[in-house]
């Protein structure tokens, strides 16, 4: 009974959770892209991407 209610609340709720993983992965791709063009934070480029 408790875990059909939780079913449904999810179906209905999924769309919603789609929408707010979709907004924190563009941030954070937009935030890698930041990262990745200042040149000062070279040090950290190269300790996220490896020599590219």
Request: no cysteine; proline share 2%.
């Amino acid at each position: 009974m408790l875990l059909r209610t939780t079913l449904r609340l999810t179906v209905k709720n999924l769309h919603l959770i789609n929408y707010l993983l979709l907004k924190q992965r563009r941030k954070f791709s937009i935030n890698m892209n930041r990262l990745y063009m200042i040149p000062k934070n070279l040090k950290l480029q190269k300790k996220y991407f490896g020599n590219v």
